[in-house]
């Protein structure tokens, strides 16, 4: 069974602050993909990390791919109000050389931004 | 356009009862499935189908039928409904081969009474 630890769990900073969420595993994944969550709302995909060691940023967010493609972290950069909500980190598997796109999810971070 | 669509947003209903979500995708994609969060955030993949033909059931009781008429939909019966089954319930969409990506419907908040 494959787990993603994500941590930490809950995380409550003030505006203009810089941020750093984990997500970690003893398993490899192919991929690693890191979701934002709003109250009412399902998860919405921010990006997707394929290679080990592969950094990308997204304006205020940098995700990056471990080396070994068992763990990855989101840094937020300068954290606004409009940052408030659930990130979630998944790890996708191929199976068999076909992938159905099963999902692993971490138990997800919760991020409050104060202004 | 709304590219996964489930409904209905909310469901209450009383233990033993027998309920249905359905769900919708017009992204093309080939793979569904049905994930549960739980009222501590966890998302856990409960089905996913490929072109119809169900792939995965993640040991879920057998109350819980997926049907797939087309591979655009993916409806879930649950049966005999009990208290812990309430959650909200999200669909999910993806390509099939090699990519995981999944887009998410809104979510079904689930509560049995």
């Known amino acids: 069974t494959q787990l993603l630890e994500q941590s930490p769990q809950f995380l409550s900073i003030q505006e203009g602050e810089n941020l750093t969420v984990y997500c970690n595993s003893s398993?490899?994944?192919?991929?690693l993909q890191w979701y934002r969550q709003e109250p009412g709302e399902g998860p919405v995909l921010l990006v997707t990390?394929?290679?080990?060691?592969e950094v990308k940023k997204l304006k205020r967010l940098t995700f990056q791919f471990g080396d070994a493609r068992k763990d990855s972290s989101l840094h937020i950069t300068a954290a606004q109000p409009g940052d408030t909500g659930l990130y979630l980190c998944?790890?996708?598997?191929?199976?068999?050389?076909?992938?159905?796109?099963?999902?692993?999810f971490g138990q997800g971070t919760i991020l409050t931004v104060h202004p | 356009d709304t590219a996964v669509s489930q409904t209905p947003k909310y469901l209450v209903t009383q233990m033993g009862n027998d309920k249905s979500i359905k769900c919708e995708q017009n992204?093309?994609?080939?793979?569904m499935y049905w994930y549960k969060q739980d009222s501590k955030k966890f998302l856990k993949i409960m089905f996913s189908?490929?072109?119809?033909?169900?792939?995965i059931n993640e040991t879920v009781p057998n109350r819980f039928s997926p049907k797939s008429p087309d591979k655009a939909h993916l409806n879930l019966h649950i049966n005999s409904l009990e208290l812990g089954d309430s959650a909200v319930y999200f669909c999910?969409?993806?390509?099939?081969?090699?990519?995981?990506?999944?887009?998410f419907g809104q979510g079904t908040r689930l509560t049995v009474v």
């Open positions: 990390v394929v290679t080990g060691g």
């Open positions: 189908y490929n072109n119809k033909e169900l792939i």
């Open positions: 398993s490899v994944f192919s991929s």
């Open positions: 998944a790890g996708g598997l191929n199976a068999g050389g076909t992938s159905y796109g099963k999902l692993t």
């Open positions: 992204l093309g994609h080939d793979t």
């Open positions: 999910a969409s993806s390509q099939g081969a090699g990519r995981a990506e999944a887009f």
